[in-house]
């Protein structure tokens, strides 16, 4: 069964005032379990997407169904992982872990049963008293993760949460979120400009067409893990998605 | 460098007392127009002995504290409503800064309408001069959170009050910090001028009462321990408070 099936899903931005229609119908299903990793030419409207999955923003035409179920506003059933991390700098480590335990009232024992293990999980256990300014750029992405992972969530929803690491950190991070979806069997969308990187991570990549964007092609990923970039199956993978995407990121250039 | 910092402030206040000695001493104006320090002194510590200064001085803080209180926690609340609802920022907003150009005391004559001579009238004088600038400054420090933490935190249930006091406060406090540094030194002036017009008790009073019966020592004195509590607030309270924020949100 379709754990979350989007259905012509339409958003126009505004551009200097004149709507500017980013998504043109965006339709595909994401099965329990996947890990589908979202790739497109920049401004297409991928990030907007996984924003409207989230219910951080309402598309302007079609629906996102979670479990049959419309998505109409935002809630902890689908957690969003941020390109900078969003974590909060008044906060040590362990509070930003466990902020949305406490927002829904979790008493502090069984918050800190819960956080341990995560914190455990990503390597943070040391740093759960730092504030998260004393921690480096990938060590901060393992707390945003870590935080979405505590809230238990039906569907993890990531936007570029490597983008701004340093190649070698990515890598070890590609491994361990393999890891992590393998442990916690998680439903996985996503988003990212990195071709090795969708083809590492997903079991589906979807790629999207310039703007307005819709879905030109939906690729599964048949190769065994733990997997690396440098995988021969998944070279193959790349160089079929690059040759999808060059034309559409030439449109996407001779527009701007 | 603490020790060095500290030694040029003793040698810079010493030479202020020195030269200020020394033009006393040099007869240019009559004693009763400017007086010695020593004078100036003395008029403190007999302040000090008979209890007038404390009172003054407890006085004035009391209704300091009491109006800094009410405009910190409303001018928070309008900060965060202007800043999370148009409506409110294109009609309430609009004022706000106007407001905060009218001089708190001259908020004194409504207030000696509406209250008569009383402390809540001199409270009123306070809140209304520490409030608008709260207000700016909060409204300022929400309107800079990042969007990404208020996405997150809504991402992950917060909402309501949950959303004010876990998120927007303290993604503001930055900016709260400098709306009270601002405040308190507006409210401060409110109380001290307000004083001088109502005439009921404070170190304003004390101040207008030098004037009165054209004693100098006490119009210095008073003017001094008002300076004084200037600089001890700002310095034990806010700076330090500033740099635990500061800090902690790893602003340094």
Known sequence: MAKLEAKNIVKYFDHDGQPLKALGGINFTVEEGDFVCLVGPSGCGKSTFLRIAAGLQKPDEGQILLDNRPITKTGPDRIMVFQEGALFPWLKVRDNVEFGLKIAGIPETERHQISDRYLDMMQLSKFANSYTYQLSTGMRQRVAIARALVMDPEILLMDEPFAALDAQTRDLLLVEMQMIWQKTKKTIIFVTHSISESTVLGNKVVVFTHRPSTIKKIIPIDHPRPRLAEDETLIQYQKEISALLRPEVKATEEKS | ?252
């Open chain 2, 1 to 252: 460098m603490k020790v060095k910092s500290l030694a040029k402030k003793t040698a810079f206040y010493l030479a202020i007392i020195v030269v200020w000695q020394g033009l006393y001493s040099a007869n240019i104006w009559p004693p009763s127009i400017f007086p010695s320090p020593y004078n100036v002194g003395q008029t403190l510590w007999y302040g000090a002995i008979d209890g007038s200064l404390w009172l003054g001085i407890g006085t004035s803080l009391w209704r300091l504290a009491a109006g800094f209180a009410i405009a910190a926690f409303g001018g928070i609340a309008l900060g965060i409503f202007m800043a999370r609802v148009q409506t409110v920022n294109e009609t309430i907003g609009s004022i706000i800064l106007g407001l905060q150009s009218i001089p708190s005391v001259a908020w004194a004559p409504l207030a000696i309408i509406w209250f008569g001579l009383t402390d809540a009238g001199i409270i009123f004088v306070t809140v209304a001069g520490a409030l608008f600038a709260v207000t700016i400054n909060t409204y300022t420090g929400v309107k800079s959170i990042n969007p990404d933490y208020i996405a997150a935190a809504q991402n992950m249930g917060a909402k309501g009050e949950q959303l004010i006091t876990k998120v927007l406060i303290p993604a503001a406090f930055p900016y709260l910090i400098t709306g009270f540094k601002q405040g308190w030194a507006f409210g401060w002036r409110g109380v001290v001028g307000a004083e001088l017009l109502f005439s009921f008790l404070g170190l304003g009073f004390l101040l207008n009462i030098g004037r009165q019966l054209s004693d100098v020592s006490q119009v210095l004195a008073m003017m001094l321990v008002i300076m004084i509590i200037g600089i001890v607030i700002d310095g034990l309270i806010f700076k330090r408070l500033e740099d635990k924020v500061m800090a902690r949100w790893g602003l340094r």
